[in-house]
């Protein structure tokens, strides 16, 4: 770990690294670390506006005949899994990144990040499943993901 004095940042040793690690983490390095949070802060907010249209009455339905059978689900479904390959890839690449894995890994946004994850997962495995009525709870913990904007802004 390396630590800079001047930003107070905390850098991991590997050059390419540090570069990563700043972009990911650290929005006020560059111009494309602040591009970089934008397009985070979209995507997040793209997935919260997706997910809370998603209980609209009028979606009910659809959304229980399942994405491979409605096209109204299916819309859902695209954007849900893209905005999670975002979220998954922005984990793993801030994982690999991080100047110390067991800090990381008890970070509370990073747990957050986690848990707001894994039920996607979770639920594209167990999809033909009927427990899947008891992983709503689990959705719901994905509108977490939106503390990770008060980290960003």
């Not at 940042?9 to 602040?34: H, I």
């Not at 975002?86 to 067991?102: A, G, M, N, Y």
Request: charged share 20%; proline share 3%.
């Amino acid at each position: 770990v390396v630590s800079t004095q001047s930003t107070g940042m905390e850098l991991p040793r590997n050059r390419n690294l540090q570069v990563l690690w700043k972009l990911l983490e650290y929005p006020q390095s560059s111009t494309a670390a602040k591009f970089l949070a934008v397009v985070e802060i979209v995507v997040i907010v793209l997935a919260v506006a997706s997910f809370c249209i998603e209980t609209l009455p009028q979606f009910h339905e659809s959304i229980r005949e399942g994405w491979d059978k409605n096209s109204t689900a299916a819309v859902f479904f695209v954007i849900e899994a893209s905005c999670m390959v975002v979220f998954t890839f922005e984990f793993i690449l801030r994982l690999i990144s991080c100047p110390d894995k067991l800090q990381f890994c008890k970070g509370i946004l990073n747990i957050i990040d986690l848990i707001t994850i894994l039920p996607f997962y979770v639920t594209l495995l167990l999809r033909k499943e009927r427990a899947l009525d008891s992983f709503v709870v689990l959705r719901v913990v994905r509108l977490a993901r939106v503390f990770r904007i008060l980290k960003l802004s």
